[in-house]
Every structure is written in C-alpha cells, then in structure tokens.
C-alpha cells in the first residue's frame, strides 16, 4: 500500500517527498530530509505530504506514476533504488519536477542531489583512529581497531565507508577496519548483534552507516561501554556519551533548499547539485555529550584535516567518481 498520495492540481505547487527504506521514525536519513521538507513548506506556504511504502524498492514505478498523476509538481525522492524507475516516468511527465538524491540521473526535469559523504567519512575516520588507543578514554582499549557497518553494499553507502576507512589510516596505515553490511536498513536487531560481535573482536568503535539498522548498533555501544559513530542526523543523544559524533548529512539543508528554490520558480533540472564541507551540507556533529572526554590534541587534529578538506591539500577518495581504492580492496 502506497500511503500519502492524494489528488491535486500540479498549478498549486504542491511537493512530495518519498520516503526511503526505513521509513519515517528512523531518526536518522528519513527524518532529518522530512524536517527540511516541512520547514521549506512552512516557509514558503506550500502545501505538500510525505509519500511512504511499505515495499518502496519493488513499488519504485507505481509510487512515482501515482504521485505524478496526483498532481504534484515536485516530486523528491529519497530512495537511493528509484532512481532509474524516475528515468523512466520523467519522460511521460515533462511538466513534473523531481529531484533525486545520492545519484545521477540524466533528464531536463530531473535534479541531481549529491553528497560529499566520504569528507565527513574522512573526519570521522580520523578522529576514531586517534582515540581507539587513548586508554585514558573510558571504553577504550589498546588496540588500533574499530569498526563500519553499512546498510548495503553499494556504491552509495561504500562512500561514506571508504571516507571513513581513508582517514583512519591517515592517522595509522596498519589500523584494523572491520567493515561489514547488515542487507537491512530497518531493523535494528541486526545492527545490535553485528556490532555487538565487532566490540567481541576488539572494536571499541563503530560506526554505522546503515539508517534504522544503525539504531542497534548505538544500543550495543552503550551495553557494552563502548562507541558508535552516528551518522545523517545528529544522533549524539540518542544515547548520551555512548555516541562519540555523529557524521551528518545535511539532506534537511538540501530538500529545503531545492523546495524553496522551486516554490519561488527556480529548478535545477538536468543539473546535478552538490553538498559537501564547503556547503555545509556533511560535517560533524558538535559531540556535546563526549567532547570533554577526548584530547584537546585530537580535536585539533580533526580540524586541521577539516581545513585542509576545505582547502584542498587532503583530497578525499570519492568511490563513484574514482572506483574502489587498494586500501579497501
């Protein structure tokens, strides 16, 4: 059942938002876009809903065709899996308006919406790798190994896993990475026991890169003493001090930018829009619950790696521009 998809004239400028795998609730991808879709319709006066599925991936084609014909002018979608079902329904609505996020899709009413998600990566990478062996931080051991676990194996989520992995080893060429992939980006069970079982092999960071899977793997870094990175949102309170950062992507400041440029008749088609350090569109979080745990010596460290993101000097492997790297061969 396709829930969210009423009848209207595409003249009044009504939006929809389709909402990825994990659904709303997720405090995470889902929620953070749905926060900046709101804000974009109070702001402007629009009038817009939220468009859900119980099987989004298989109902890609039906879910974009109903809600072009119910008149929405804009159509945005999160799901990382529509996008070549949108290729396709693009053509048979030239005066609908849709906007992809995470992917390329090439058509004059579609907006591309990219991430520089491995800069974010990079920093968080770094910043587990300098305090996975400061056993003066309570929950840390000794030894240089932490861990990733991704929602898929995609080239979408190996972004942020590659970033992730490329500025751990900035800081040690020999850290152990574990990196493994939960097939699940709503289930929480799952992400609990996979990372529970990287914390038994002497990970006592791990970050999750795999939506409402990844609220499990926060749940098992506060059972067992230990960390998980956050990601999307900032989800350092989810579970206060077990949560070292979060990595967020902005995707609030991307639907509520695209939203409101085309409430005011502005749109990006055929363009591919772009979200990274510099925009503010990754970074991360302010770590308000953990920052007085860590070295003033490491948060510099991050920092400076910002910076010189920021200016170049660090370039960042981008896995769908670039390909795969050795180091995550």
């Known amino acids: 059942m396709i829930l969210g998809i009423g009848s209207a004239s595409a003249d009044d400028k009504l939006a929809a938002l389709v909402i990825a795998q994990g659904g709303l609730g997720d405090q995470s991808y ?19 809903r939220p468009v859900e599925s119980k099987d989004v991936v298989a109902q ?11 008149g929405f002018g804009l159509i945005v979608d999160l799901e990382y899996a529509h996008g070549q079902a949108m290729l ?18 090439q058509a004059p009413n579609i907006a591309s919406v ?15 790798a300098l305090v996975t062996t400061d056993t003066s931080i309570k929950g840390i051991n000794a030894q240089p190994i932490i861990g990733v676990i991704g929602g898929t194996k995609s080239t979408g ?66 059972g067992a003493g230990r960390y998980a990175i956050g990601v999307d949102s900032d989800q350092d309170g989810v579970a206060p001090g077990a949560v070292l950062a979060s990595m967020i992507k902005r995707t609030d400041v991307a639907v509520e930018t695209l939203v409101k440029n085309y409430a005011v008749g502005k749109f990006d088609g ?31 460290r991050v920092d400076a790696a910002r910076h010189d993101i920021l200016s170049g000097k660090i370039k960042v492997w981008n896995v769908v521009e670039q390909g795969y790297p050795d180091f995550f061969k």
């Open 30 to 48: 889902n929620d953070l876009a749905y926060a900046g879709f709101q804000r974009a319709l109070k702001e402007t006066g629009m009038k817009g």
């Open 60 to 70: 890609a084609t039906d879910i974009l065709r109903r809600a072009s014909d119910a």
């Open 88 to 105: 396709d329904v693009a053509k048979d609505y030239p005066n609908t308006r849709y906007v992809i996020l995470n992917q390329v899709r």
């Open 114 to 128: 990219l991430f520089q998600e491995q800069e974010g990566s990079y920093l968080a990478g770094m910043l587990a």
């Open 157 to 222: 989520i190996d972004k942020f896993i590659v970033g992730y992995i490329q500025g751990a080893k900035a800081v040690d060429p020999k850290i152990e990475v574990k990196v493994a992939y939960a097939n699940t980006f709503g289930d929480p069970a799952v992400g609990l026991q996979m990372a529970k079982a990287m914390f038994e092999q002497g990970a006592d960071i791990v970050y999750q890169v795999a939506g409402g899977t990844g609220m499990g793997v926060i749940q098992a870094a506060k």
């Open 270 to 300: 055929g363009k591919v829009v772009t979200f990274g350090l510099k925009e503010n569109g990754v970074g991360l979080s302010d770590m308000k619950h953990t920052k007085s745990l860590i070295p003033a010596a490491i948060l510099q």
